[in-house]
């Protein structure tokens, strides 16, 4: 039978969708991330020329996403902390409007500051 | 019922036919006031053909027997109103998700029944019960907690929403969960950490993704998610006070 988004259709769900891409973009992003910091050691000359080549606006604004994307995982984890091991909370729907929120604010913070 | 037809005319009406290895097939059924889907699937029995397997008892929201998937979202058929779920004057219904299918509408709920059972989901009578009435302070912690998920009429509408059933057929699911917080909070149970026990156990609490899709499709309004939750709380505590 068809599985469609229809009674996925609700906060929760997408706050979910969007824990689990959001980590699983960052778990892809961590090891290049890391193989960057190591050419300061290796090649520092490349380093720089890969600097100079994230000062670009595409990459900034792709910089932006990331910064939502780790925002958003960590509004996520923290809502689901406290969903865990804190007393029951009524306002599930208005914490993952914060959350969501929270993430949108730091990547226009880190856009105001990117250029 | 009313038997005026309305000025819509016909529905349009799919229904899965068969097994597991089933297909829809279409009836066109004529439109009424206030018709429900369960209106529409009897109609299709009553008039079109009397071999359509389905279940229904109580018509009006109680015995929650009459659980399928309209449109793709599970819904007690006997609440659901054909003019809120109507696309287009096209009404699909299937059997509701996640259990064996018997035949056409019909699903066997065994499994799901099995699996209160795996979460201990029966009063254990203690010995002080016998000796004179339980005295229970409405307002007090546990009973909130117990009267806040002890409306389930177990119709499986979470357990056929909820994905996590779906990705591991061996998760209880919602509803048995919600009946073991239930009696995890009845101060009158004669073994509450040992509920709490089967409800942890395997792919029971600590399985919940907390998508909250039973606490979004309960049609009695409960929140499975939150009692789970509760779950998880009292097994971690009692984990780190060195429960078995």
């Keep these: ?115 | 019922m009313d038997a005026a037809p309305s000025p819509e005319g016909e529905l349009t009406v799919e229904i899965w036919r068969g097994g597991a290895d089933g297909r829809f097939r279409t009836y066109r059924v004529p439109r009424r006031r206030n018709q429900t889907v369960l209106d529409a699937v009897t109609y299709v029995q009553r008039h079109i053909d009397p071999s359509l397997a389905y279940r229904f008892a109580c018509r009006v929201g109680v015995c929650g027997s009459c659980a399928m998937t309209v449109n793709g979202a599970p819904r007690w058929t006997c609440r659901t109103r054909v003019e809120r779920v109507a696309r287009r004057g096209r009404v699909r219904v299937a059997p509701l998700r996640n259990l064996p299918i018997i035949r056409d509408l019909a699903v066997d709920m065994t499994p799901f029944f099995d699996k209160w059972a795996r979460a201990k989901g029966h009063f254990v009578p203690s010995a002080a019960g016998t000796q004179g009435f339980a005295e229970v302070a409405p307002d007090s912690p546990e009973r909130r907690a117990a009267d806040a998920g002890v409306e389930c009429i177990g119709c499986g509408i979470c357990y056929a929403v909820c994905d996590v059933v779906a990705w591991n057929p061996d998760y209880v699911g919602p509803a048995a969960l919600n009946r073991a917080w239930t009696l995890v909070n009845d101060v009158r149970d004669g073994d509450r950490a040992g509920h709490l026990a089967a409800a942890a156990a395997g792919a029971g609490c600590h399985a919940c993704h907390s998508h909250q899709s039973c606490a979004e499709y309960c049609p009695t309004g409960l929140n499975p998610t939150a009692s789970i939750a509760g779950l998880k709380r009292m097994a971690f505590v009692a984990a780190l006070k060195g429960a078995p």
């Design chain 1, 1 to 115: 039978m068809t599985v469609t988004i229809g009674p996925r259709n609700h906060p929760a769900y997408w706050a979910f969708v969007l824990h689990r891409v959001s980590g699983l973009a960052l778990a892809l992003f961590l090891p290049v991330h890391l193989y960057v910091l190591a050419l300061a050691i290796d090649d520092a000359a490349r380093l720089d020329r890969f600097l100079a080549w994230t000062e670009g606006p595409l990459v900034k604004a792709a910089e932006a996403g990331l910064v939502v994307l780790l925002a958003a995982h960590m509004a996520g984890g923290l809502r689901l902390l406290a969903l865990e091991f804190l007393p029951w909370h009524e306002g599930q729907k208005a914490r993952i409007a914060i959350g969501a929120g929270f993430a949108v604010a730091v990547g226009l913070a880190f856009l105001l500051n990117a250029f």
